[in-house]
């Protein structure tokens, strides 16, 4: 498969997987199991310098959510109405 299309497959799925509402908190990007959540949409240049200013931010919970509050235009975590 081209990988343009592989790629436009995958971020279908995606997509698909981000509509799905958790079912206690009614927030969207649930995996069609609903064991994970997609939090953040970080590109790959900006997640790279990140770790190399702080290496374990993709390691340490609570840094990872102080750096996504500072970042909101990252944040894909919605509540449904928002």
């Known amino acids: 498969m081209d990988p343009i299309m592989q790629h436009i497959a995958e971020e ?7 509509r799905t509402l958790g079912a ?14 997609r939090v953040a949409c970080i590109p790959q240049p900006v997640w790279g ?11 340490n919970k609570e840094k990872f959510y ?3 509050s500072q970042h909101p235009e990252y944040d894909m975590r919605g509540k449904v109405g928002e």
Do not use: N, Y
């Open 24 to 37: 206690l908190r009614h927030s969207t990007g649930w995996t069609s199991d609903r064991s994970m959540q």
């Open 49 to 59: 310098m990140a770790l190399q200013i702080d290496p374990d931010l993709g390691i």
């Open 66 to 68: 102080a750096w996504l």
């Open 12 to 18: 279908r799925t995606l997509d698909k997987e981000i």
